[in-house]
């Protein structure tokens, strides 16, 4: 008995091959018959001629995690056709997590949606999240910023061999709870603390358990970026790991154009036997914690510890006088995103300098202020990059998309703020700016680096293509209509054109509208893929 014939679409099957005219019928969680089907009765029939129909994409890089306990349906992916995601990016991952550190997430977590952390491990948030339901497929790797913080690592120090061996042992027990493998922060405290061996032992352990994949924020994406991606590179060679260089980009004015270089390393590394692999957002802007503005040496410690040092006068008159000179004249490039108070909720979608001018008060003393008021807790924009240099790094063949963002929603808890346009319109614009308007990218293409590529790279199976008996991960389209809305002054905006998208062979989008279905399953090594 089938479900779902979708009838007379454009079948781009997601390995680069031109499209072909044809049925795709659904029974169950697979592709059941990829051919004429018009004799079939199914449960439902839709028509697609003049409809794309591709594997539902693959979000290489996202931020969900506990999120998707808040918005369980994940709207802001499921609308823009994306039916699974890679979470615990950037060194952050839902667990493992310490006593010190799961206090912290869950009084945040609670006092911005409510939510409560009942796991400490990831077999405990996978299993609650198994329990919960979801709208999308998920894996995760875990955060080498959650094992150096779980062993007592919070110092910008090497280290001794006691620490590192329960950190490694941390990471083989992540793996062996279905951890995909491991991913790196390296701005971010106190992941950035590790050195290179310390990087390398822990991606280690992951692929002795057998999920040999590195994903790393490179240490610096500016000025040091080349030094950084070669420092990645060697973590793959000793690892024996692959290498995947998230949301790649050259930040600051002085650093365009490095890029090139950096690719034709990572071209140059994959040439001698390693697996290297980039991932990116088709934007000029990224999106972090405010904090990210703050010297390693200052952003040190306990939240609680750096925001009493900040409150302080004198030390925060000297920190913000060392801020003058990193960011004097780039404070209109940084726009504040989010706060998680009422008190500052005026400050979303205005650079600092711009609040620095109403308030008659310095831009550096303005952000200081903002995140002694708000603990911390401030997202923003930083206009930082070009466009010539988004271009270069989607060229890449070995490139995938990812929305670096978390499941959002234009009403209830997640509609917060003014969160980055990529939550929503990450792949709708790949298909509408650098498929159909510029012709930058073959859709066959843009499709392959959206599905095959991730799914090879992440070792999924079953998933990533239009097969038959592979998984019913299907998302329909409209070619001449689809694309982003959501802009960086109205970013809660869903993408248009994106019309059925089906997770497991059960629809969570029908005629560009959210069924609520929750048919996404955890994704865990060993187990699942």
Same mark, same amino acid.
């Given at each position: ?54 594997? @539902?994409?693959?979000?290489?890089? @996202? ?15 499921? &609308? ?12 952050? #991952? ?70 590192? =061996? ?45 999920? =040999? ?75 972090? @914690? ?5 010297? $390693? ?56 300098? $711009? ?19 708000? $603990? ?31 499941? &959002? ?59 038959? +008996? ?9 070619? $001449?209509?689809?694309?982003?809305? #959501? ?16 997770? +497991? ?7 560009? =509208?959210?069924?609520?279905?929750? #048919? ?10």
């Amino acid at each position: 008995m089938l479900d779902v014939v979708l009838a007379g679409g454009l079948v781009i099957d997601g390995t680069g091959k031109p499209g072909f005219v044809t049925d795709v019928a659904l029974a169950k969680d697979v592709i059941a018959r990829i051919g004429d089907c018009s004799e079939l009765e199914p449960k439902i029939r839709i028509d697609c001629a003049g409809l794309v129909l591709a594997p @539902g994409f693959i979000d290489m890089h @996202g931020h969900s995690d506990e999120i998707l306990f808040v918005n369980p349906t994940a709207d802001s992916k499921v &609308r823009q056709g994306i039916t699974t995601e890679v979470g615990g990016n950037c060194g952050s #991952s839902p667990a493992p997590l310490s006593d010190r550190e799961r206090a912290d997430r869950s009084a945040r977590l609670k006092k911005r949606y409510g939510l409560e952390i009942t796991w400490d491990d990831f077999d405990g948030f996978f299993s609650a999240l198994e329990r919960a339901g979801c709208g999308l497929n998920f894996c995760c790797l875990v955060g080498l910023g959650n094992t150096r913080d779980a062993v007592g690592g919070l110092l910008p120090q090497p280290l001794n061999a006691d620490a590192l =061996a329960r950190e490694c042992s941390l990471v083989r027990e992540a793996c062996a709870q279905g951890a995909i493998g491991v991913s790196s922060g390296l701005i971010y405290p106190p992941g950035r603390f590790a050195d290179l061996g310390e990087l390398a032992a822990l991606a280690g352990a992951a692929a002795a358990s057998g999920s =040999a994949f590195y994903a790393t924020h490179l240490r610096s994406e500016g000025d040091e970026l080349e030094a950084a991606v070669g420092e990645a590179l060697d973590v793959g060679r000793r690892a024996q790991v692959s290498v995947q260089f998230s949301h790649h980009k050259a930040a600051g004015h002085k650093n365009w154009g490095k890029v090139h270089r950096t690719l034709a390393t990572i071209e140059k590394a994959r040439t001698r036997g390693l697996d290297v692999g980039v991932d990116q957002y088709p934007y000029k802007a990224s999106s972090t @914690g405010l904090d990210a503005i703050l010297p $390693q040496d200052v952003n040190l410690g306990t939240r609680d510890a750096i925001v009493e040092r900040l409150a302080d006068p004198r030390y925060g008159a000297l920190v913000a006088a060392r801020l003058e000179l990193e960011w004097g004249g780039r404070w209109n490039d940084i726009v504040i995103s989010s706060v998680s108070t009422s008190r500052n909720a005026c400050t979303e979608g205005r650079s600092i300098a $711009q609040i620095a001018a109403a308030i008659g008060q310095s831009s550096a003393a303005t952000a200081l202020r903002l995140l002694v008021e708000e $603990q911390l807790d401030v997202s923003a924009i930083y206009f930082t990059m070009c466009e010539s240099d988004v271009r270069a790094v989607l060229s890449y063949e070995r490139t995938c998309i990812g929305t670096d963002a978390a499941a &959002r929603a234009i009403t209830g808890p997640t509609s917060i703020g003014r969160p980055h346009p990529r939550a929503f319109g990450t792949f709708p614009r790949v298909l509408r700016r650098y498929v159909r308007e510029t012709a930058f990218l073959p859709l066959e293409e843009a499709i392959r680096r959206s599905t095959t590529l991730p799914a090879m790279r992440l070792g999924l199976r079953r998933r990533g293509k239009v097969a038959e +008996n592979w998984y019913g991960d299907i998302v329909v389209f409209d070619p $001449q209509r689809v694309g982003d809305a #959501s802009t960086y002054l109205e970013p809660l905006r869903y993408p248009v054109g994106i019309c059925h998208v089906f997770v +497991n062979g059960r629809p969570v989008v029908l005629d560009e =509208a959210p069924t609520g279905e929750r #048919s996404g399953r955890v994704l865990r090594r060993g187990r699942d893929l």
